[in-house]
């Protein structure tokens, strides 16, 4: 029967044209539902890669290159899913080739390597300036660098020992020369009073203190810090100085610092038990904030801190408190024993003591100069704080004391000793100052940059 049929030509095209209809019928079905168009397009995509490494190939036995960024972005952009793995694995490289470059700065373009060709790619910067010199490697010693607050008040570091002392440091022949300092930089703010360990990272500095582009080896140094105490802790008792407004009183003065460091030498520091704080109050008209500067105890070298803060708490006095006042001396005596006020108007009770020999009276012997002293042969040292080399010296005392004290007679110097390659900050010493005189200075630290001397 069927090869009856397939020998019919009849028969074969009735069926070839009912197989036409079924495919037709098909292909018109599926149009149909894909909307009547064909998918035949693949969408874009743009992604930006961030932190991209950037290699670098060059004769890195002989030469020393700087300049080049540690990392770029790179924008990349074509079909999506090619974007979007190539973003995940980031498996293509950044790269300059300086293989054949030249001694000197030049620019060189970032290149791309390992990426797909169905991609389109933007590196961020595209063209950096770089310095390509002779690679030399030379070693250095290591300074300390401790932070302000690594040491508490009153205490002072001893000698730092460093291990190793000594690092080397790699990079471009013309940096190197710039080095000036080497310095392991203790980042600790514990305000330590005992003896403390740290690890420190090291970095080369020019004379200006710019960190230079430079590999040093080891990086980390390990620092022995030994702590010692350097003064006598005493309290402090404000004192009112001057004549108040007619119709003012003063309730309190108080300072959250109710203590100072005294330096100095151990004799010295025996008979120092206590420091009066003179606070200005005869420009007072309500309650104020004022920043005093605390005396130096005659004999001792420093006080830290240098000066406090004093609260004054004020009251308006009716008519009959200034009578009241008047009459007892404006009442001074009992404030001065409640830490408020001192007793400044007791000479103007006796009408006549104001141009005595043993008033109480202060003096100042501005823009005194520095001197420095005990400082090592082999070094050489630039004072940078103050940048004048000048301070102002102020002297408390009785008038029969000040007058005969002068710039001639009284001593201010720095004693570098001590003194370490590097930027070095001591402590402002006076001397010639007679017993019964206290001093304070403008600033009490002296910063030096001190190098060692051309042997040449």
């Known amino acids: 029967m069927m090869d009856r049929i397939l020998n019919n030509k009849w028969s074969i095209r009735i069926l070839a044209l009912v197989l036409a209809a079924i495919l037709f019928t098909s292909v018109n079905t599926d149009?149909?539902?894909?909307?009547?168009?064909?998918?035949?397009?693949?969408?874009?995509?743009?992604?930006?890669?961030?932190?991209?490494?950037?290699?670098?190939?060059?004769?890195?036995?002989?030469?020393?290159?700087?300049?080049?960024?540690?990392?770029?972005?790179?924008?990349?952009?074509?079909?999506?899913?090619?974007?979007?793995?190539?973003?995940?694995?980031?498996?293509?490289?950044?790269?300059?080739?300086?293989?054949?470059?030249?001694?000197?700065?030049?620019?060189?373009?970032?290149k791309i390597k390992n990426l797909s060709n169905r991609l389109k790619a933007t590196i961020s910067p595209q063209t950096v300036k770089v310095n390509v010199q002779e690679k030399v490697t030379k070693k250095f010693s290591v300074d300390a660098e401790l932070s302000s607050s690594?040491?508490?008040?009153?205490?002072?570091?001893?000698?730092?020992?460093?291990?190793?002392?000594?690092?080397?440091?790699?990079?471009?022949?013309?940096?190197?020369?710039e080095i000036a300092y080497v310095k392991a930089n203790v980042d600790d703010n514990k305000k330590h009073k005992d003896d403390f360990e740290a690890e420190a990272t090291v970095s080369a500095f020019d004379r200006n203190l710019n960190k230079l582009d430079v590999e040093i080896s080891p990086q980390k140094v390990n620092v022995k810090v030994p702590v010692n105490k350097v003064g006598k802790s005493v309290p402090l008792k404000l004192k009112a100085e001057g004549n108040l407004p007619d119709n003012i009183s003063i309730q309190s003065m108080t300072t959250d610092q109710d203590e100072v460091v005294v330096v100095g030498d151990d004799d010295v520091l025996k008979g120092i038990d206590q420091i009066t704080v003179n606070v200005p109050v005869s420009s007072l008209t309500a309650d104020t904030v004022k920043e005093v500067k605390i005396p130096v105890p005659s004999g001792a070298k420093a006080v830290q801190p240098s000066s406090i803060e004093v609260r004054i708490k004020t009251a308006k006095k009716s008519s009959g408190d200034e009578n009241s006042s008047n009459e007892s001396g404006n009442g001074n005596e009992d404030a001065e024993e409640n830490h408020s006020t001192g007793n400044t108007n007791e000479q103007n009770d006796s009408g006549q003591e104001n141009n005595e020999e043993d008033t109480e009276s202060s003096k100042t012997l501005s823009g005194h100069t520095i001197s420095t002293q005990s400082l090592p042969a082999n070094l050489t040292a630039t004072l940078i704080s103050p940048a004048n080399g000048k301070v102002n010296l102020t002297l408390h005392g009785k008038s029969s004391l000040l007058n005969g004290l002068n710039?001639?007679?009284?001593?201010?110097?720095?004693?570098?000793?001590?003194?370490?390659?590097g930027r070095y900050s001591t402590m402002i010493e006076v001397g010639g100052i007679p017993r019964g005189v206290t001093y304070s200075l403008s600033t009490s630290t002296a910063v030096f940059t001190v190098e060692e001397k051309n042997e040449e």
Request: charge should be positive; glycine fraction near 8%.
């Open 31 to 110: 149009n149909k539902n894909s909307g009547g168009t064909f998918q035949t397009t693949t969408q874009n995509d743009t992604e930006v890669v961030q932190n991209v490494p950037v290699e670098v190939y060059y004769d890195k036995k002989n030469l020393y290159v700087s300049g080049l960024p540690e990392t770029v972005s790179v924008t990349i952009s074509g079909p999506r899913s090619i974007v979007q793995n190539t973003k995940a694995q980031q498996d293509f490289k950044v790269y300059a080739d300086l293989r054949n470059a030249s001694i000197g700065e030049q620019n060189t373009k970032l």
């Open 407 to 421: 710039s001639s007679n009284v001593s201010i110097t720095t004693n570098l000793a001590n003194a370490t390659v």
């Open 150 to 177: 690594a040491i508490a008040s009153g205490y002072k570091a001893g000698n730092i020992k460093i291990s190793p002392g000594k690092v080397s440091v790699t990079g471009a022949k013309d940096t190197i020369e």
